[in-house]
Nanobody, 125 residues
């Protein structure tokens, strides 16, 4: 049974940094594209970043490019999102996702098969 579990969310002030992580079980992450999405209240789920298996390709959503960094540690079956220069509009539930076949440039949430339960990130102004 595949399970993705996010951790590391919380409350941070504007301009601050936060790192969230996703731990996988039931699959070998080295064979999967990994991604982060987020969803704010009343809004659709938004693509944040993705990293290819092997880490050779990375793609960011326009709203986070230059501020967020996605990385993976296949030895621990984990991947991470380092968030810097956080803004109130970054407030959302952040979800990790994984899929074997999707390209990193795919921004549609429907393309991903496996999802975590989400972790809340709140940026205070």
């Amino acid at each position: 049974q595949v399970e993705l579990v996010e951790s590391g969310g919380g409350l941070v002030q504007t301009g601050g940094s936060l790192r969230i992580s996703c731990a996988a079980s039931g699959l070998t992450m080295s064979s999967y594209t990994e991604a982060w999405f987020r969803q704010a209240p009343g809004k659709e789920r938004e693509f944040v970043a993705a990293i290819s298996w092997g880490g050779s390709a990375i793609y960011y959503g326009a709203s986070v490019k230059g501020r967020f960094t996605i990385s993976r540690d296949d030895t621990k079956n984990q991947f991470h999102l380092q968030m810097s220069s956080l803004k109130p509009e970054d407030t959302a539930v952040y979800y990790c996702a994984a899929d074997r076949l999707v390209a990193v440039t795919t921004t549609s949430a429907r393309a991903y098969d496996y999802w975590g339960q989400g972790t809340q990130v709140t940026v205070s102004s």
